[in-house]
């Protein structure tokens, strides 16, 4: 496959620059030999403390304390190899600076906050920015990507990209604490996904990040096996599948499919209609129609929530390749529509969101999902997929034990975010799951690690409509 032209990446903001970079082995034995000397002279106050209880030792006590907390903060910031920019430098400066000044106007306890803090900023990890002009390029990748139904969520207005040399694949990921989370599979030239793996580990490595990935295909998890590759073991955790349909075989005849039909007959008998049309062609008229249907939604019109399974934007025409079916009253009137992404020069086509009124007929969601495979399978496309089935083991056991009670519990504490259960009922009707979902994650970082991961897909985004 011929990649498209190779852009030089932009250069870092002068506050961005890296000004000492610490991944070395003589940087860690220096961290190590400062946090070692800083908890000596601690114990060193502490000891003569004991010896002599009338020595006047708190202001000393304070200060050891305030200098072993940044020298502990720096120490793990080498072992992470976090690079220190300017911004870094100029921020913990300021922080001693504000430090010293506190201790003269006799603040000493915010005097050692301040010391102590400068530590953390002077090896706070970095980030990296989205650039809008990548998204061309990511979508040719996807377009050239087939098989994977995650593939067009790559798009996401949030992502950046890592490319291989000659831009013929590419990895979508967001950094957050210092950890670079990757959501799905890479894209593009799948002989190239190992070279861009081990890039990626390489860059995440300099720049101090920890790897994630979310979303990762059963058939990709030897990319991220190897540890010598990775630079740390990551632990495989099935979540899930994906739910696609072979639209050549395709049908609704047996008994498995009653209830499918029976949805899909109450839209005909209320008089539904359907008709797809593609997001970047909407008029102005057909544009208010379906932001009103978003507005009246229940699913919520003002924030976008996701990162690994979904695109933002909606009825915006900022991607390319999107689809949507609406579903249409008697009246005329919008009751709901289905947004969906295509990939793979148009042999897979993904579910992204759906949208209803409230109060819309039952049996709009069944009706849009199967006007589409039937569209598609005119159209010459191979597969739709129809959303995620998040641990369907665990919904479908009658029996469960007492870990999975626990666990089911505590899926449903997430309901006003995202119905699981719901979602899987749904999804349970077409009889169609397909390959494992996993994510990869160390366990030696899972604390930090869940926050990142739930805040990446849970923290609201203004949707502007």
Request: proline share 5%; with cysteine; net charge neutral.
């Amino acid at each position: 496959m011929n990649g498209p032209p190779v852009e030089v990446a932009a250069k870092p903001r002068a506050r961005e620059r890296v000004v000492v970079h610490v991944d070395s082995l003589a940087a860690r034995w220096i961290g190590a030999l400062a946090l070692f000397s800083a908890a000596g002279w601690l114990v060193v106050v502490l000891a003569r403390h004991h010896h002599n209880p009338a020595w006047q030792y708190a202001d000393r006590l304070g200060w050891s304390l305030a200098i072993l907390g940044a020298v502990a903060f720096i120490a793990r910031g080498i072992f992470l190899g976090r690079p220190v920019t300017v911004t870094h430098a100029a921020t913990a400066a300021f922080f001693v600076v504000a430090g010293l000044g506190a201790h003269v106007l006799s603040f000493d306890l915010l005097g050692n906050l301040l010391i102590a803090g400068s530590g953390l900023l002077l090896m706070w990890p970095t980030s990296s920015r989205p650039r809008r002009e990548d998204l061309s390029r990511i979508w040719s990748l996807i377009h050239a990507t087939s098989d994977d139904p995650l593939a067009p969520f790559a798009m996401q207005t949030g992502k950046c990209y890592h490319f291989t040399a000659d831009g013929s694949a590419a990895l979508a990921y967001r950094t957050r604490m210092g950890f670079a989370v990757v959501g799905g599979d890479p894209v593009g030239d799948e002989g190239k996904f190992p070279e861009l793996v081990a890039d990626f580990a390489a860059t995440c490595h300099a720049r101090g990040w920890r790897i994630a990935v979310v979303g990762c295909a059963e058939r990709r998890l030897e990319l991220w096996n190897d540890p010598a590759v990775i630079g740390r073991s990551l632990r495989a955790i099935p979540f899930g599948r994906d739910v696609v349909v072979d639209v050549s075989s395709f049908d609704m005849v047996g008994r498995e499919f009653r209830n499918l039909r029976q949805a899909v007959q109450r839209t005909h008998n209320c008089g539904i209609t359907t008709e797809i049309v593609a997001e970047q062609e909407l008029d102005a008229e057909l544009l208010a129609e379906l932001t009103d249907v978003v507005r009246a939604s229940p699913s919520g019109a003002h924030t976008d929530r996701g990162f690994y399974m979904n695109l933002d934007g909606v009825l915006e025409g900022r991607f390319p390749g999107i689809q949507l079916i609406i579903a249409w009253d008697a009246s005329g009137r919008a009751q709901g529509f289905h947004r969906y992404a295509t990939a793979g020069g148009g042999s897979d086509i993904t579910l992204d969101v759906p949208w209803r009124r409230g109060g819309a007929p039952n049996g709009i969601d069944e009706r849009l999902s199967v006007d589409m495979i039937t569209a598609a399978k005119d159209a010459g496309a191979q597969r739709v997929s129809l959303s995620f089935a998040a641990f369907p083991e665990i919904f479908e056991d009658k029996d469960r034990g007492r870990a999975r009670r626990v666990f089911y519990r505590l899926i449903h504490v997430l309901d006003p975010l995202i119905a699981l259960e719901s979602l899987y009922r749904y999804v349970r009707k077409f009889h169609a799951m397909d390959e494992r979902r996993y994510a990869l994650i160390s366990m030696t970082q899972l604390i930090p690690l869940v926050f990142v991961l739930l805040t990446l897909e849970f923290m609201p985004r203004r949707r502007h409509l």
